[in-house]
């Protein structure tokens, strides 16, 4: 069985065969929509129940999937949960990482750790940054993520924090 894949094309031309100034355009626009995405987006953990209903179920959401829906005892976890920490840091795990590699990564995390970045932006096919593990504190990321490095894929180590918290 056979599938078929469409190239993506940008001004009419395949991206395969974009000029580097075109492709640094291409790259340029592609980063102006992920940042009006991320703008637009909310917060993808916060429960839609109203108050009372369904309190007894367990509070780990499991990445890619949903909140787990097994009952949870007065931890708030359900007995598969309960005991997990973070790979990162140790503490309680309130989620599984998220970060997609061809598979997602599934690591349990809390709320104060996330995937480590690369030094090419992206969470993979690139050697993680000296000292680093794979989950990191959030503050601590080294590398900018893809989408705000510079058109030559410059990092811009230095200052990214200052950067981060600027926006």
Not at 38 to 48: D, E
Not at 125 to 141: F, N, S, V, Y
Request: positive net charge; contains cysteine; aromatic residues 8%.
């Amino acid at each position: 069985m056979s599938h078929s894949f469409k190239e993506q094309t940008f001004k009419g031309k395949p991206v395969s065969q974009l000029s580097q100034s075109e492709w640094n355009q291409y790259r340029r626009e592609c980063q102006k929509y992920i940042k009006r995405q991320i703008k637009g987006r909310q917060t993808p953990i916060k429960s839609q129940k109203k108050e009372g209903e369904g309190m007894n179920e367990c509070k780990f959401y499991v990445a890619w999937v949903s909140q787990c829906k097994h009952v949870a005892d007065e931890s708030g976890y359900c007995e598969e949960h309960k005991q997990i920490v973070c790979k990162s840091c140790g503490k309680k795990a309130t989620h599984s990482c998220s970060e997609t590699m061809g598979l997602v990564c599934g690591s349990p995390l809390c709320n104060e750790c996330e995937h480590t970045l690369c030094e090419n932006g992206y969470n993979s096919g690139a050697p993680l940054p000296e000292g680093m593990e794979d989950h990191c504190k959030k503050g601590a990321q080294v590398f900018k993520p893809w989408y705000l490095q510079d058109d030559e894929g410059q990092t811009n180590q230095k200052g990214y924090e200052n950067d981060r918290h600027s926006r």
